[in-house]
């Protein structure tokens, strides 16, 4: 079992940066991916980025923009979001291997 917790949502006006984090915790490998998805309102879900040993997968509308790290260790993966545009406005979800979910996290860019 994997519980996944968000945090680091926000408001914060175009332009501006967030770091969300996500701790996970249970059974979590190296291989299987954790990353970022997000669900704007009336939109479905979007892959925004995802880790692996230390690959890295961006959605080409938040590439040059949003970086994803991995802490292996502490079972941490964070998003550093930065020149953030009011398109960016969801809801923020992790995810480990695309079966656990966190709850997700809000954010708000204000133009």
């Known amino acids: 079992q994997v519980q996944l917790v968000e945090s680091g949502g926000g408001l914060v006006q175009a332009g501006g940066s967030l770091r969300l984090s996500c701790a996970g915790s249970?059974?979590?490998?190296?291989?299987?991916?954790m990353g970022w998805y997000r669900q704007a309102p009336g939109k479905q879900r979007e892959l925004v980025a995802t880790?692996?040993?230390?690959?890295?997968n961006y959605a080409d509308s938040v590439k040059d923009r949003f970086i994803i790290a991995r802490n292996y260790g502490s079972n941490t993966v964070y998003l550093h979001m930065n020149s953030l545009k009011p398109e960016d406005t969801a809801i923020y979800y992790c995810?480990?291997?695309?079966?656990?979910w966190g709850q997700g996290t809000q954010v708000t860019v204000s133009s």
């Open positions: 995810t480990y291997g695309g079966q656990y």
């Open positions: 880790i692996s040993n230390a690959k890295n």
């Open positions: 249970g059974s979590i490998f190296s291989w299987i991916f």
